[in-house]
């Protein structure tokens, strides 16, 4: 079992930026690959980006160049930098842990970003 805790959502102005945290208990971090998804209200769950174990990072064509995920292995943590923030950039974000064998996957509780244009 993986448990998963977000933090860092908020209110932020067009072109703010704002840090997204997890951070993950209960197995071996080194296990997962990492990754952020959002929701808007009335849309589907989409993945925002990704790191593996290695630290090898994919992204979604919305957001690249203007978010950067990272994870900290002692830390336990993946973070998400959101820079350049748009008003379509308003969501619940969410934490999600995939295991390497692609067997297990988790999701923190979200965390609500919203982007004041």
């Known amino acids: 079992q993986v448990q998963l805790v977000e933090s860092g959502g908020g209110l932020v102005q067009a072109g703010g930026s704002l840090r997204l945290s997890c951070v993950a208990s209960?197995?071996?971090?080194?296990?997962?690959?990492m990754g952020w998804y959002r929701q808007a209200p009335g849309k589907q769950r989409e993945l925002v980006a990704r790191v593996t174990d290695g630290g090898g990072t994919s992204y979604s064509d919305s957001v690249k160049g203007r978010f950067t995920i990272s994870r900290d292995h002692i830390k336990h943590t993946v973070y998400l930098q959101m820079n350049s923030l748009k008003a379509e950039d308003t969501a619940v974000y969410y934490c999600n842990a995939e295991h390497l064998s692609r067997t297990q996957n988790y999701w923190g509780q979200g965390t609500q970003v919203t982007v004041a244009s």
């Open positions: 209960g197995s071996i971090f080194s296990m997962y690959v």
